[in-house]
Nanobody, 128 residues
Framework: QVQLVESGGGLVQAGGSLRLSCAASGRTFSSYGMGWFRQAPGKEREFVAALRWRNSGTYYGDSVKGRFTISGDNAQNMLYLQMNSLKSEDTAVYYC?????????????????????WGQGTQVTVSS
């Protein structure tokens, strides 16, 4: 069974930075791509960033573009999210997700439905 575990969340002041990590494990784990989503209280889960291994393509939500950077190491089954210039609006639970079936070609890397594995989430709180 595949497991994804996020870490690195915490409390930070506006303008500060955090680096989130996601570790994937499982004897048969393999993915075509991975992504980050976030969810604030009372809001829908929102696309943050995605990475496709084949072409090293990166994708970002409009609200974080220019401030966040997604990266990863497929061989090590690790995914990262560097968050800079944090705003109070970034406060949310951040989730790591993996697409093990390569479904982006019939949908989008922004679509929650293509990701079949999800982590438990890590809380990011930005104070202002």
């Amino acid at each position: 069974q595949v497991q994804l575990v996020e870490s690195g969340g915490g409390l930070v002041q506006a303008g500060g930075s955090l680096r989130l990590s996601c570790a994937a494990s499982g004897r048969t784990f393999s993915s075509y791509g991975m992504g980050w989503f976030r969810q604030a209280p009372g809001k829908e889960r929102e696309f943050v960033a995605a990475l496709r291994w084949r072409n090293s393509g990166t994708y970002y939500g409009d609200s974080v573009k220019g401030r966040f950077t997604i990266s990863g190491d497929n061989a090590q089954n690790m995914l990262y999210l560097q968050m800079n210039s944090l705003k109070s609006e970034d406060t949310a639970v951040y989730y790591c997700a993996a697409d093990s079936h390569g479904l982006a070609y019939i949908s989008s890397v922004r679509d929650r439905a293509i990701y079949d594995y999800w982590g438990q989430g890590t809380q990011v709180t930005v104070s202002s």
